[in-house]
């Protein structure tokens, strides 16, 4: 089970709204799984749970 943590940044107003609301402002995400360039991540509250790209995704930054 890979346990790695990530920080992400939104780009998108319904990122930003995720962020504010969902992850309660807490930009640390578990990695879940890695798949072909996505990561499926969690909020580090396990309130909110999503696929991301982690080169060009519409959505988030992805900061290493």
């Known amino acids: 089970m890979n346990m790695s943590l990530i920080t992400i940044a939104p780009k998108s107003p319904k ?3 995720r962020l504010a609301n969902t992850m309660g402002g ?3 995400c578990r990695v879940e799984q890695r798949v072909n ?3 499926f991540l969690a909020s580090a509250n396990r309130k909110y749970f999503f696929w991301a790209d982690e080169n060009n995704d519409p959505h988030w ?3 290493h």
Do not use: R, T, Y
Request: aromatic share 0%; no cysteine; net charge positive.
């Open 15 to 17: 990122a930003k709204n």
């Open 26 to 28: 807490n930009p640390l």
């Open 37 to 39: 360039g996505k990561v």
């Open 61 to 63: 930054n992805i900061l």
